[in-house]
């Protein structure tokens, strides 16, 4: 996610693959972003950019999971200081920081953050979002994603489907 993100910004493609591949991480990626990959970036759509910038609520959430970040703050999106745990790939940074990750959230935790941000999200879609949660639905949607998929790895990241969740939630 965080080499795909950068494509929104306007990262060249092929830079952004040939990173990928270099560090095994092409069996990663969905058919969707397999996809992406094999396009030139005048080819891409502002539907994949806008689905692109959306892997940033996606990618807090699995550093919350993987333990980069202490917290999911419900009224905050990624920061700077959180990114910079992160391969910098504009600066050719390895995938070192990422690759000896040894500590993630148990079932448990996991289980509880996707109940809670279900249901901020239901919350949102009812009109009865609460006011002091500052994020909108599309991030309470990704987030809910990324847990779903994490719940349920077996499962292509373009297959989760966050309704499915919300009705077992209700």
């Known amino acids: 996610m965080n080499a795909l993100i950068n494509i929104a910004f306007e990262a060249p493609i092929e830079y952004i693959s040939e990173w990928i591949y270099k560090h095994d991480l092409a069996n990663h ?25 959306w892997y940033m609520e996606g990618l807090y959430t699995l550093m919350w999971v993987t333990k980069i970040a202490d ?34 959230q148990s079932d448990e935790d996991t289980y509880h953050m996707l109940d809670y941000y279900s249901h901020l999200l239901l919350y949102q879609n009812s009109g009865l979002h609460p006011s002091d949660i500052a994020l909108d639905e599309g991030s309470l949607y990704e987030r809910c994603k990324a847990l779903t998929w994490v719940l349920h790895a077996e499962m292509e990241w373009d297959e989760v489907n966050v309704a499915i969740t919300l009705n077992n939630q209700s």
């Open 71 to 104: 917290h999911l703050d419900e009224n905050a999106h990624m920061d700077e200081e959180l990114a910079a745990k992160l391969p910098n790939l504009a600066e050719a940074e390895t995938n070192q920081k990422l690759s000896s990750l040894q500590h993630i």
């Open 29 to 53: 990626l969905s058919p969707t972003e397999r996809e992406l990959l094999s396009t030139d970036l005048s080819e891409v759509s502002d539907e994949d950019i806008n689905a692109l910038t």
